[in-house]
C-alpha cells in the first residue's frame, strides 16, 4: 500500500470511528418520569446570593459612604439618601418637601442655573436627580468614568448650594396644582390613598397631603429653610458603585464632599404614628357615581421589619393572597369568579408601623359579595392556618423571588445604604432569606390568629351604591369620606350692607341693559364661533372653536385640533367628551369646573343677578360688582367700563387650562349680534400671565339645538 492509499484508508478509519462514537455518544439518557402535577415538580437548592462586600468608611464631617467596584461598563454611579421628608414638614405647607427636593434640580445652584446645567449634563451623557419623598431624601449622578470628578462636584454643588430661583419654583408648583386636580380621576389611586390616611389620619405625618391652599402659602423662603435643616452631611448615605478603585474613589470623594461643613443638627426622630391609628375598624365609604367597578380595602395598622414576627407574616401573607396561587386569587377570583384584581399584602415599614391590606375590585353589582368572600378567607386563614403544600409554595415563592431584587450591583449597594439609614443590620439580606427558610406551619398558624382580626378591621368600599347588591348599611354603620378636593380659598368679601347690594344690582342692571335690555333676557340658548390661540411653554398654536351655551345648564363645544376634532358636553346630568380615540365621561377634576362655568357665564349672571339666589354687591366702586352663590361656594368678580356700562374685565379662580388659579378675561370689541352686544376679542391671564386669546367670529342667538346633541354619543 503506497503512501498516498495509507492516508486514505487511515482517514475513512477515523472518520468511521468517529461516526460509531457520536452515534454512541447520540443515545439519549433515560429519562425520569414525567410529573403527572406541577405540584410534584423537582428543583435544586437556590444558590447562595452573593452579595459584594463594600468598603464603607466615614468622612470627618459625617457622611457615611459605601463603595463597590463593578468592571463591567464604563460607569460610575453615586446616590446619595438623606435623612429628610415630607412626614417632618408642617402640615400647612404640605408640599414644601417634594418641591424642594424637585427644584433643587430644575432651579440649578448659586454657580450654574437649571438650564446651564442641562446643557452641562447633555455635553457630559450624564444624569443627575433629586427627590424628596415620604421618609427621605435622594440625590444621585451617574456619569462615565472619565468625567467622574466633574459629576462629583456637580452632586456636591447641587447638594450644598440649591439657588431656588423663584421662577422654578413657581413651575413646580404648578406641577403639583395639576396632581391635586387630578388625583379623583382614577378609581384605585383614591381607593388606596384614602385607605392609607383612613388608617393613619389625614392630619398627621403619614396621612396629609398637599392642597392648594397648603402650596399657596409656601415661600421661596420656606424651601431655604427645608434645606437647611435637613441637608446636613451628618444626615447623608453615600453608595457609588461602577468603574473604579476603591481607594482612589474614596480620594475623589473627599476632595469633593468632605469639605462640607457639619451642620449640628439633630437628625430627627421617626415622627411617632397616631395612637388612634389602631383604633379605625368600621365601615367606610366612598361613592362615586362614575364608575362601574367598586374597590374594597380593609385591614389595619400593622408592624415593623425588625419584628421577630415579620418573616412567619410574610409566609401567611404569601399564602393568603401574595400571588396567582394564593387562596384570595384562587377562591375569591377563580372560584367565584368575583374580582377582577385581589390580593393582600403585609406592608411592614421600616421604622414605624405598616399597613396590613386585603383587596379586591369587582363590578358593581357583586361589591358585599367580594367584601364577605374577603372576609371570610381571612377569617379561615386566622381559624386554620396553612397546609404543608401552601407553606412549601409561599417559601419557595417568596425566596426564588428575592433572587430578583439583587440583579445589579446598584440595587445591592442602594439596599446596604437603606439598611443603614434605617438601622438594620448590614447582613440583612442573608438574615431574611435564612429566617424565611426557618418559618414552620406552626408558625404561620400562631401569626394568623394572633394577628388576622376580622373584627378589628377598617373596610373601606369605593363604587356606585344604587348598584350594590345590597346596601352597604346591612353591614353595619357606615361612615361616608369626602373627597372632594377644597377649592383654593379667595379673598373673603366683606359682608354686603343694603348699600352695596343695592349699588351692585344697579351697575349690573346698566350693563343688562348696556348689552340688550330686553333682547338679552329673551336668550335661551346662544352659540359662539371663534379663534383661539393658545400660549404654551412651546409656543403659540390656534386652534377653531365653537361652543353653544343653553341657560337651562347644557352645554355643547367643538375644538379642532391638528389632532382632530374634540367635543365635549354636559346634558344637564353629566359631562362627556369625544376624541378621535373615542367617547368617555368627563374626569371627576372637570365635571367639577362644569357648574362654575355656567354661573360664570355672562348672560346667565346679568338674567339672574335679581334672584334671591345670588348675592351681589359693589366693590366700593362704580366700576366693580362681586356676584356669589353661597350654596356652591362660588364667585366671580365682574369690571365695567362706566363710560359705555360695558363689561371689561371677569375675575374668578377655576381650572382653566390646568389646576385651579386667579383667571382674568379682558374684554373688547363689542359688536351686535341679534339685538346684543358680546366683545369679540377675550384675553385669557392665569397668575397675570396670557394664556390664551379668543376672537369671536360669529354669534347666534337662539339656534334652537335639538336636546340630543347633547347627550353623550353612543357610537365611538
Do not use: C
Amino acid at each position: 500500500m503506497n503512501r498516498q492509499n495509507f492516508l486514505t484508508a487511515l482517514m475513512i478509519s477515523v472518520a468511521l470511528g468517529s461516526g460509531a462514537a457520536a452515534q454512541q455518544a447520540a443515545k439519549p439518557a433515560p429519562r425520569s418520569p414525567i410529573p403527572k402535577s406541577y405540584k410534584d415538580l423537582k428543583y435544586p437548592p437556590l444558590n447562595d446570593i452573593k452579595v459584594p462586600e463594600p468598603a464603607r468608611f466615614e468622612l470627618s464631617n459625617g457622611m457615611v459612604v459605601y463603595l463597590v467596584e463593578d468592571h463591567e461598563l464604563p460607569t460610575v454611579t453615586i446616590s446619595a439618601m438623606i435623612r429628610s421628608g415630607s412626614r417632618w414638614e408642617p402640615i400647612a405647607r404640605a408640599g414644601v418637601a417634594s418641591i424642594t427636593g424637585s427644584v433643587m434640580r430644575t432651579g440649578g445652584t448659586a454657580t450654574r442655573s437649571g438650564d446651564q446645567l442641562d446643557e452641562e449634563l447633555d455635553r457630559l451623557a450624564a444624569v443627575v436627580e433629586t427627590s424628596i419623598g415620604e421618609d427621605s431624601g435622594r440625590a444621585m449622578v451617574s456619569v462615565l468614568k472619565e468625567d467622574l470628578d466633574r459629576g462629583l462636584s456637580i452632586l456636591a454643588d447641587v447638594l450644598q448650594h440649591p439657588a431656588f430661583p423663584q421662577d422654578k419654583i413657581d413651575l413646580a408648583k404648578i406641577q403639583q396644582r395639576d396632581r391635586i386636580a387630578r388625583r379623583n380621576d382614577d378609581a384605585s389611586g383614591i381607593a388606596f390613598r384614602e385607605f392609607r390616611r383612613l388608617i393613619f389620619g389625614k392630619d398627621t405625618p403619614y396621612g396629609h397631603q398637599p392642597e392648594y391652599d397648603t402650596l399657596n402659602s409656601i415661600a421661596r423662603e420656606d424651601l431655604v429653610a427645608f434645606h437647611q435643616q435637613y441637608f446636613q452631611p451628618e444626615n447623608v448615605i453615600l453608595g457609588a458603585w461602577g468603574d473604579f478603585q476603591a481607594a482612589d474613589m474614596r480620594a475623589r470623594i473627599e476632595k469633593a464632599l468632605g469639605g462640607w461643613a457639619r451642620g449640628g443638627r439633630q437628625k430627627p426622630p421617626a415622627p411617632p404614628v397616631d395612637p388612634a391609628a389602631s383604633s379605625r375598624a368600621g365601615l367606610y365609604q366612598i361613592s362615586k357615581e362614575d364608575v362601574t367597578q367598586s374597590w374594597v380595602l380593609m385591614g389595619y395598622l400593622g408592624g415593623k421589619r425588625n419584628h421577630p414576627d415579620y418573616y412567619a407574616l410574610t409566609v401567611m401573607n404569601d399564602i393568603l393572597g401574595g400571588g396567582f396561587a394564593s387562596r384570595l386569587f384562587s377562591n375569591v377570583r377563580s372560584a367565584q369568579g368575583l374580582a377582577y384584581a385581589v390580593g393582600s399584602n403585609w406592608n411592614a415599614g421600616w421604622d414605624r408601623p405598616g399597613t396590613f391590606t386585603a383587596l379586591g375590585s369587582t363590578k358593581t353589582e357583586t361589591t358585599v359579595k367580594i367584601l364577605e368572600s374577603i372576609r371570610h378567607e381571612l377569617r379561615t386563614m386566622a381559624e386554620a392556618g396553612a397546609t404543608d403544600d401552601e407553606l412549601a409554595r409561599a417559601k419557595d415563592s417568596i425566596l426564588k423571588g428575592f433572587a430578583f431584587e439583587f440583579d445589579s450591583t446598584g440595587e445591592i449597594v442602594q439596599r446596604l445604604v437603606s439598611y443603614d439609614y434605617y438601622g438594620y443590620p448590614l447582613d440583612y439580606l442573608q438574615q431574611y432569606r435564612a429566617n424565611i427558610e426557618k418559618v414552620t406551619k406552626a408558625d404561620v398558624a400562631r401569626v394568623a390568629k394572633q394577628y388576622v382580626k376580622t373584627d378589628q378591621l377598617a373596610i373601606l368600599v369605593l363604587g356606585k351604591e344604587k348598584g350594590f347588591d345590597q346596601p352597604l348599611s346591612s353591614l353595619g354603620p357606615v361612615t361616608a369620606i369626602d373627597i372632594a378636593i377644597p377649592k383654593p380659598k379667595e379673598e373673603a368679601l366683606a359682608a354686603a350692607t343694603p348699600e352695596a347690594t343695592a349699588r351692585g344690582k344697579a351697575i349690573l342692571a346698566k350693563v343688562r341693559d348696556a348689552m340688550g335690555g330686553p333682547a338679552l333676557k329673551a336668550i335661551k340658548e346662544y352659540t359662539s364661533v371663534a379663534t383661539l390661540v393658545l400660549s404654551t411653554p412651546q409656543g403659540e398654536f390656534s386652534m377653531k372653536q365653537g361652543a353653544t351655551h343653553n341657560l337651562s345648564g347644557k352645554m355643547l363645544s367643538k375644538i379642532q385640533t391638528p389632532m382632530g376634532e374634540i367635543v365635549s358636553g354636559y346634558d344637564g346630568q353629566a359631562g362627556w367628551m369625544k376624541t378621535p380615540q373615542g367617547v368617555r365621561d368627563l374626569p371627576a377634576s372637570e365635571q367639577a369646573e362644569v357648574a362654575g362655568t355656567f354661573f360664570r357665564d355672562t348672560v346667565s349672571l346679568l338674567q339672574n343677578f335679581e334672584s334671591g339666589a345670588l348675592t351681589v354687591q359693589s366693590l366700593g366702586t362704580d366700576d366693580g360688582v362681586a356676584v356669589e352663590d353661597p350654596a356652591r361656594k362660588l364667585q366671580v368678580k365682574l369690571y365695567v367700563d362706566p363710560a359705555t356700562n360695558l363689561l371689561v374685565k371677569k375675575s374668578y379662580t377655576a381650572a382653566l387650562m390646568g389646576a385651579p388659579g386667579a383667571i382674568d378675561e379682558i374684554y373688547s370689541d363689542y359688536r351686535e349680534a341679534g339685538g346684543v352686544k358680546f366683545p369679540h376679542k377675550v384675553v385669557l391671564n392665569r397668575e397675570g400671565k396670557k394664556i390664551g386669546e379668543q376672537t369671536v367670529t360669529e354669534i347666534k342667538i337662539n339656534p334652537g339645538l335639538d336636546d340630543s346633541a347633547y347627550k353623550k354619543p353612543t357610537a365611538p
